[in-house]
């Protein structure tokens, strides 16, 4: 969440143990992944972000993940205002 120097904005994405057994922990970074992909141009740039694994997010649709990740972003300045 701070502002670096280069044009694109990097992101990291963290599932600990905690979220589950491996097959679970990869599903979660797939997903966040994709739903990252598909927004990307609706993104401030020059931003570091960091997602951190809720198990919640897990046993939502795609759709209901990636509107919530969306909301989120939008709440902490991350997307762009046309």
């Known amino acids: ?3 670096t120097r280069e044009t694109e ?3 990291a994405i963290v599932a600990g143990k905690k979220l589950g057994i491996a ?4 599903q979660f970074k797939r997903r966040l992944r994709e739903i990252y992909r598909l927004n990307q ?3 401030a740039s020059n931003m570091d972000i960091v997602f ?3 198990p919640s997010l897990l046993a939502k ?11 989120l972003l939008a709440r902490n300045g991350f ?3 046309a």
Do not use: D, L, P
């Not at 097959?23 to 990869?26: A, D, E, T, W």
């Not at 649709?61 to 909301?71: G, K, L, N, P």
């Open 52 to 54: 951190v694994a809720k």
């Open 1 to 3: 969440m701070a502002q």
């Open 61 to 71: 649709s795609f759709q209901e993940a990636e509107t919530e990740v969306i909301a």
């Open 41 to 43: 141009h609706t993104m």
């Open 79 to 81: 997307i762009k205002h």
């Open 9 to 11: 904005s990097q992101v």
């Open 23 to 26: 097959v679970k922990r990869n």
